[in-house]
């Protein structure tokens, strides 16, 4: 079968870093996304894995290690507006098929 | 440059019926995914559409089927509606082989 683990939730202040980690076992791997959900809205993209180490945007970094099945996306100097649902996500083939975790949520306190 | 858009927003339907559901890609993407998110739980993909062909189909019943027209624009038909139908329905728009999709704002069916 295909599953991506990953915690269902996380709690943390604000201003402090947070790791969300995600175990998957696929079929077929192009690569690990990760999209942040706010509220049932529209996910949004945050960033994409193919190799593996470390890829910085901005506040937000993720890391990927194929031999390990294993990636985080690690949140720095919390904000509020942080708080939202997040979820990994495998590639499954070059045409995009997206397979997602079960997602967990952040909770970012004052 | 308009970002992907969804309608209707709600929609409440009995089991049995039939819906459609549209989708309007952001410009300039050539590729469509249709996605089920029920409440407390990842998207789950339905199948995708590129140059008006289904391109890859996840694990739901032929009863959920597509369409995309040429100006990339696209469709969700569900057939025979049941309650576990109730959900909400995500669109994605990309360019080919592109890792990066984005998504729409989502169409929240409830089937009573």
């Known amino acids: 079968g295909q599953s991506l683990e990953q915690p269902s939730e996380v709690t943390a202040v604000e201003g402090a870093i947070v790791q969300i980690n995600c175990t998957y076992q696929?079929?077929?791997?192009?690569?690990l996304s990760w999209y942040q959900q706010h509220d049932g809205g529209a996910p949004t993209f945050l960033s994409y894995?193919?190799?593996?180490g470390l890829e910085e945007t901005g506040r937000f970094s993720s890391f990927l290690s194929r031999s390990d099945s294993y990636g985080y996306l690690l949140l720095q100097e919390l904000q509020m507006k942080d708080s939202a649902s997040y979820f990994c996500?495998?590639?499954?083939?070059?045409?995009?098929?997206?397979?997602f975790g079960q997602g967990t949520e952040l909770s970012v306190k004052p | 440059e308009t970002g992907v858009t969804q309608s209707p927003t709600h929609l409440i339907k009995t089991r049995g019926q039939q819906v459609t559901l549209r989708c309007s890609s952001q410009?300039?993407?050539?590729?469509v995914s249709w996605y089920q998110q029920a409440l407390g739980q990842g998207p789950q993909f339905i199948f995708q559409y590129y140059r008006e062909e289904e391109n890859g189909r996840g694990n739901f019943p032929p009863r959920f089927s597509g369409l995309q027209f040429p100006n990339y624009s696209s469709e969700l038909n569900v057939n025979a509606l049941e309650l576990d139908d109730s959900a909400l329905y995500l669109c994605a728009s990309s360019l080919e082989f592109s890792y990066e999709q984005y998504f729409g704002p989502g169409t929240r069916l409830t089937v009573t």
């Open positions: 410009s300039g993407h050539n590729t």
């Open positions: 894995n193919a190799l593996d």
């Open positions: 996500a495998v590639r499954d083939g070059q045409g995009g098929k997206l397979i």
């Open positions: 696929t079929s077929g791997f192009y690569g």
